[in-house]
């Protein structure tokens, strides 16, 4: 009886430390470091976006906003979210709030004007521009890793062009 206890703690404290291991893990490269979204800010992201020619995927956020942190961490700390943004997408962050002026078209603006330009009206939102940017389209609230992975897929290769995004979801599930 004794030896079947023993046993049972061992197994389940084995299984703990797996699972402790594989969530601290997660999002780590082989060669151990954590891969992260390179962020730029909202002016840097538009002059990358053109001179590379790549979609732009802007995060306007506020510092008080749960949601805003809650996709920080689960949308935009996703390892598949991190690589299709890295290798194919401009990634900024602009802070709805800031007073701090952006460069964009033929004026400077803050974060709020930038947020009302942009049609915001809750947070988070994330906009997409494309390389020239001009705004493709806008979501407003958080936006779950596996659905933002097809998101991004179904605008930066220009689906939204050919079919809804419904058609494409349906298309495009495995």
Known sequence: M?????????????AIIVFVFATLTQGIEGNGKKIEITWQTFDKGVELAKKEKK???LDIYTDWCHWCKV?????????EVVKYAQANLIMAKLNAETDKKFKFK???????????????????STIFLNSEGEMITSISGFIPAD????????????????????????????
């Open 71 to 79: 996709m920080d961490k689960d949308t935009y700390g996703n390892p």
């Open 147 to 174: 659905r933002f992975t097809l998101i991004l897929k179904y605008l930066k290769d220009n689906w939204y062009e050919r079919m809804k995004f419904d058609e494409f979801v349906k298309k495009n599930k495995s």
């Open 55 to 57: 979609m732009l995927v």
């Open 2 to 14: 004794m030896r079947k206890r023993i046993l049972i703690l061992a197994l389940s404290s084995l």
């Open 106 to 124: 033929e004026g400077n603006y803050t974060g709020q004007q930038l947020s009302m330009m942009f049609g915001v009206e809750g947070f988070p």
